[in-house]
């Protein structure tokens, strides 16, 4: 049920209709924030691959973006978990317009998408 819910509210936040294409993207930009002494950090990371944002380990399963507007609004599939430890903190969608939607709940760290990485390297 939770599933359906954050696809409609994807599609609804993104602008999206059933007749609107998305393409997957090689890659997705992330951002990261340190909560406590306020920095931040962009990593890029490919699909399919892991990568590190402070101390947590975010893998990247997917960046879609509109077809017909490449710049328009990235969700990506993220799994975000501590470094050195196998308790996922994070397994779903994130939306780049709309990231408290469905977020990292973490003490400390902030983890949410910035845009999708495209062929074009917008």
């Not at 893998?59 to 470094?83: H, M, Q, S």
């Not at 779903?92 to 990231?99: D, E, V």
Request: hydrophobic residues 40%; glycine residues 10%.
């Amino acid at each position: 049920m939770r599933h359906l819910a954050l696809i409609s509210a994807l599609l609804l936040a993104t602008g999206a209709s059933a007749q609107q294409k998305v393409q997957s993207a090689p890659g997705a930009m992330l951002r990261g924030l340190d909560k406590v002494n306020g920095q931040t950090v962009d990593v890029e990371i490919q699909s399919g691959q892991s990568g590190e944002v402070f101390g947590l380990d975010v893998a990247l399963g997917d960046c879609r973006y509109p077809v017909d507007n490449p710049t328009g609004d990235a969700f990506a599939y993220l799994t975000i978990w501590e470094k050195e430890k196998s308790d996922q903190l994070f397994d779903g969608w994130m939306i780049a317009t709309s990231p408290a939607l469905n977020a990292l709940d973490h003490a400390r760290y902030d983890v949410w998408v910035i845009r999708c990485i495209t062929p074009s390297g917008n």
